[in-house]
């Protein structure tokens, strides 16, 4: 006789503002839904009802910048029979990366008045960079409806319908002229991940990257673009290095504009 226990699914923090967290929150409506069909096991940030054990589907948003954090990610992996990324900190490092082209220590000694107490690690890296990953969602924030999509796909056993094209498809979809060739205004559109409805473009404002690469993205070229509308290379190096700075494609674009 099949057995009618609901998969458990378990929400974990690492270094992250709560914000991936707070989408799925946000789905509201749709979180009861979901709530339906599983076990909401462990999720702090929701309830203090917290089941122990083994969990099918786990969500982790944040990535790894101390030691107990990579103690902590590799039990949660053995704890997990799916294990799902969301958002930039988790996918790409977030934006506490940056730290990683830069000294820490020295952060630390100016910062903090004490700090022999401060315990981190000198790089914040991506949940994939320690242990295997099922499927990294992007996005800072995440997109609600792909993060539903994601929790969906896992429950039902198919692979998750999320594009992996640029978001210059999406301005298209919604009529908008492109900002980067109408006004001049550099834009990283073309070679970042759609999720967001390319809301930036929409109000004349060049896309910022939150979703990180698309797939293949020729960051080269769009940098050679950009030095035709007169963007500097201190310019260019910053731009890449926001969200999802540590991203393979960014993060190399981004040294190859140092000086």
Same mark, same amino acid.
């Given at each position: 006789?099949?057995?009618?226990?609901?998969?458990?699914?378990?929400? $974990?923090?690492?270094?992250?503002?709560? @914000?991936?967290?707070?989408? *799925?929150?946000?789905?509201?409506?749709?979180?009861?839904?979901?709530?339906?069909?599983?076990?909401?096991? +462990?999720?702090?940030?929701?309830? =203090?009802?917290?089941?122990?054990?083994? +969990?099918?589907?786990?969500? %982790?948003?944040?990535? %790894?910048?101390?030691?107990?954090?990579?103690?902590?990610?590799?039990?949660?992996?053995?704890?997990?029979?799916? *294990?799902?990324?969301?958002?930039?900190?988790?996918?790409?490092?977030?934006?506490?990366?940056?730290?990683?082209?830069?000294?820490?220590?020295?952060?630390?000694?100016?910062?903090?008045?004490?700090? &022999?107490?401060?315990?981190?690690?000198?790089?914040?890296?991506?949940?994939?960079?320690?242990?295997?990953?099922?499927?990294?969602?992007? #996005?800072?924030?995440?997109?609600?409806?792909?993060?539903?999509?994601?929790?969906?796909?896992?429950?039902?056993?198919?692979? !998750?319908?999320?594009? !992996?094209?640029?978001?210059?498809?999406?301005?298209?979809?919604?009529?908008?002229?492109?900002?980067?060739?109408?006004?001049?205004?550099?834009?990283? @559109? !073309?070679?970042?991940?759609?999720?967001? #409805?390319?809301? /930036?473009?929409?109000?004349?404002?060049? /896309?910022? @990257? /939150?979703?990180?690469?698309?797939?293949?993205?020729?960051?080269?070229?769009?940098? =050679? $673009? $950009?030095?035709?509308?007169?963007?500097?290379?201190?310019?260019?190096?910053?731009?890449?290095?926001?969200?999802?700075?540590?991203?393979?494609?960014?993060? &190399?674009?981004?040294?190859?504009?140092?000086?």
């Amino acid at each position: 006789m099949p057995s009618s226990r609901k998969p458990k699914l378990a929400v $974990w923090k690492f270094a992250s503002c709560d @914000g991936c967290q707070l989408s *799925l929150l946000d789905c509201e409506d749709e979180l009861l839904a979901v709530a339906g069909q599983v076990d909401i096991a +462990y999720f702090p940030e929701a309830s =203090r009802a917290m089941v122990k054990g083994s +969990y099918e589907l786990s969500l %982790v948003e944040g990535s %790894v910048t101390t030691p107990h954090d990579i103690e902590l990610i590799q039990q949660v992996r053995r704890r997990s029979k799916c *294990l799902v990324t969301i958002g930039a900190c988790a996918t790409a490092g977030g934006i506490q990366a940056l730290r990683n082209f830069a000294d820490v220590q020295e952060f630390v000694s100016i910062v903090y008045a004490a700090p &022999e107490y401060i315990k981190t690690l000198d790089t914040s890296t991506a949940i994939a960079d320690h242990v295997h990953v099922d499927f990294e969602l992007r #996005g800072c924030p995440i997109n609600k409806v792909q993060l539903l999509e994601v929790v969906s796909a896992f429950l039902h056993g198919r692979k !998750p319908n999320i594009p !992996p094209y640029s978001v210059c498809m999406e301005c298209k979809r919604r009529g908008t002229v492109c900002v980067m060739v109408a006004h001049g205004t550099p834009c990283l @559109g !073309p070679v970042t991940q759609a999720g967001c #409805g390319a809301i /930036c473009p929409a109000y004349y404002r060049g /896309c910022y @990257g /939150c979703f990180g690469p698309k797939e293949t993205p020729n960051t080269n070229s769009l940098s =050679r $673009w $950009w030095s035709h509308l007169g963007v500097k290379e201190q310019d260019l190096a910053r731009a890449f290095r926001t969200f999802n700075a540590w991203a393979e494609a960014f993060r &190399e674009e981004s040294v190859a504009h140092e000086k």
